[in-house]
Nanobody, 125 residues
Framework: QVQLVESGGGLVQAGGSLRLSCAGS????????MGWFRQTPGKEREIVAA????????YYADFVKGRFTISRDSPKNTVYLQMNSLEPEDTAVYYC??????????????????WGQGTQVTVSS
C-alpha cells in the first residue's frame, strides 16, 4: 500500500509561484510513474504533469508548458510540482497520484491507482 500526502498549496497572486510536494510512504514508489492532476468544481480531474519512474520521461499538459516543472527525489520518496507564472485559471485542488502498473506514462486519472488527499491552490487576480 502506498500513501501520498500533498503539501504546499495556498493563496498566491497572479504571476507568483508555489511548489507543491507529495510525500510517499509505505511501499517504495521509486518504480512508480507519478503524476499531478487538478480538479475544479463540476469538472473532471485533468492531468497537469507526469514523470516516469526513471525520471527520464515527462509529460506536461499544454496549458502548463513552460510554467510548471515536475521533479522527484526518489530517496526521499517525494515528488514536486514547481508552479511559476501562476494564473487565476490555475486555481484548483491539486492531487498527486502514483501508477504502479509499470505500463507507459499515463495521461488519464484512470491510469493511476494511488491518490493523495489534494491541496488547494488559489490564484488571485
Amino acid at each position: 500500500q502506498v500513501q501520498l500526502v500533498e503539501s504546499g498549496g495556498g493563496l498566491v497572486q497572479a504571476g507568483g509561484s508555489l511548489r507543491l510536494s507529495c510525500a510517499g510512504s509505505g511501499r517504495i514508489f521509486s518504480s512508480y510513474n507519478m503524476g499531478w492532476f487538478r480538479q475544479t468544481p463540476g469538472k473532471e480531474r485533468e492531468i497537469v504533469a507526469a514523470m516516469a519512474w526513471s525520471g527520464g520521461r515527462t509529460y506536461y499538459a499544454d496549458f502548463v508548458k513552460g510554467r510548471f516543472t515536475i521533479s522527484r527525489d526518489s530517496p526521499k520518496n517525494t515528488v514536486y510540482l514547481q508552479m511559476n507564472s501562476l494564473e487565476p485559471e490555475d486555481t484548483a485542488v491539486y492531487y498527486c497520484a502514483a501508477d504502479s502498473s509499470g505500463y507507459g506514462l499515463g495521461h488519464n486519472a484512470d491510469d493511476y491507482d494511488y491518490w493523495g488527499q489534494g491541496t488547494q491552490v488559489t490564484v488571485s487576480s
